[in-house]
């Protein structure tokens, strides 16, 4: 999911925006010279609350417009929002903003037409006035939307840009067993890679191949096997691998301290999401490579054999 998401600003700064905007067009007007005073002001007035009101829907319906419909969304989208943002503030919110487009071009038009019939300069004025009242208490109204909208912003931006159109590849395994290396080996990416457990606070994602035959390869978080505890990363990660993943890469490795049963329990574990999975032994340059030929669980520890593997998989689900 990627998405241009600027700030949501306050109430107050949308509506000082609009009065501001409504306030330059007239003194940028010019009046012909004929005509009468209240005319002068009947005509202005009419343009400034013209302009606000032009200012103000299209503010609302650009920041509608701008945020994904949750409807609309993929499954895999609609359970990291889930994850991440309490939909129902979030669905509340931008009804919030289409009830005060309807009320400001309501109250715009009455007070327009209302405009139109008065005849002195005092009339005109008040008229104005009760027009700025009206939709600025719309707008205090709805505060708290604004709020509640930017917050869900900044969570959006925070969400995995997975290209869920693409064939994708999730490597999964305890942390810091090589999953973030064997991303880099296998993609062009190139991910920060530590040499303590819990280093990857989010989804990597890199591509093997290039145009519409890439491989999508997602490095996810690593996970002690308590997924009756996940926090959102792990949350998200696990509904990557369900929801986006052809496949799995699990890696396993002999030189970190978790140990192998512990491993391999994570590796069954993950045979209940019902996905193929390839095995790839990590850090098999410095470990005895007899471990691995004598390990219950086959599998790979070539990085070309791996990646002819992937390949093979991407034309198996493209056939399908």
Not at 84 to 109: E, N, P, R
Request: glycine share 4%; with cysteine; aromatic share 10%.
């Amino acid at each position: 999911m990627q998405m241009e998401l600027g700030k949501v600003e306050t109430s107050e700064w949308y509506i000082d925006k609009a009065f501001n905007r409504g306030k330059k067009r007239i003194q940028q007007t010019k009046i012909k010279t004929q005509m009468k005073r209240e005319e002068k002001y009947k005509y202005l007035e009419g343009i400034r609350i013209s302009v606000i009101n032009d200012t103000l829907r299209n503010d609302l319906k650009k920041l509608v417009n701008i945020f994904p419909r949750f409807e609309e969304l993929d499954t895999f989208y609609k359970q990291v929002f889930e994850c991440m943002v309490d939909i129902d503030k979030y669905k509340h919110s931008l009804g919030k903003l289409t009830w005060a487009q309807q009320q400001i071009q309501k109250i715009f038009k009455e007070n327009y037409r209302t405009l139109q019939r008065k005849t002195n300069s005092e009339e005109v004025l008040a008229v104005r006035n009760t027009y700025l009242a009206r939709t600025s208490s719309v707008f205090k109204q709805i505060s708290k939307a604004f709020a509640e909208l930017e917050d869900a912003r900044k969570k959006i931006k925070d969400m995995p840009n997975v290209k869920t159109s693409l064939f994708t590849i999730a490597i999964a395994g305890f942390p810091n067993v090589g999953k973030s290396t064997l991303l880099g080996k296998l993609t062009d990416s190139k991910p920060e890679v530590n040499s303590y457990a819990f280093t990857t606070k989010g989804l990597m994602i890199g591509y093997l191949g290039k145009g519409s035959d890439r491989i999508q390869i997602i490095d996810t978080p690593g996970t002690l096997n308590r997924f009756d505890k996940m926090n959102k990363i792990e949350k998200i990660a696990h509904l990557c691998m369900k929801y986006c993943a052809y496949a799995l890469v699990y890696v396993f490795d002999f030189t970190e301290p978790y140990d192998i049963t512990e491993q391999v329990k994570l590796y069954q574990d993950l045979k209940k999401l019902n996905k193929k999975i390839i095995v790839y032994f990590s850090k098999s340059d410095i470990i005895d490579t007899k471990l691995i030929d004598g390990f219950d669980v086959k599998g790979l520890y070539n990085i070309e054999e791996l990646k002819q593997q992937l390949v093979s998989l991407a034309f198996e689900a493209s056939q399908l």
